[in-house]
């Protein structure tokens, strides 16, 4: 059975940074388009950043463009999101996602079919 694990949230000062990771077990995410989202306490889930297969292609939010990066590392069979310059607005659970659509880096919730369980971001003021 194919699962993904987030881990590297935590709570952190505005302007601060993380780096969340994506580990797959039971399967290789080389094969896969990944992508981030996160969803707020009382709001729907929202599109992050996406990567496809091969990395050729990413896409981001508006909110997160010039502080997010998101990276493929087919070695460790990991899909990371760096975030600098937090704010408290990223306050959010992170999830992590794989579509077998790969080629390219997909923006929205019902583009992906496996979902991890997420991992709480905080950022304080």
């Known amino acids: 059975q194919v699962q993904l694990v987030e881990s590297g949230g935590g709570l952190v000062q505005a302007g601060g940074s993380l780096r969340l990771s994506c580990a797959a077990s039971g399967r290789t995410l080389i094969s896969l388009a990944m992508g981030w989202f996160r969803q707020a306490p009382g709001k729907e889930r929202e599109f992050v950043a996406a990567?496809?297969?091969?990395?050729?292609?990413?896409d981001y939010a508006d909110s997160v463009i010039g502080r997010f990066t998101i990276a493929r590392d087919n070695a460790k069979n990991t899909v990371n999101l760096r975030m600098s310059n937090l704010k408290a607005e990223d306050t959010a659970v992170y999830y992590c996602a794989a579509a077998t659509l790969n080629g390219r880096a997909w923006t929205r919730v019902s583009q992906y079919q496996l979902w991890g369980q997420g991992t709480q971001v905080t950022v304080s003021s």
């Open positions: 990567i496809n297969w091969s990395g050729s292609s990413t």
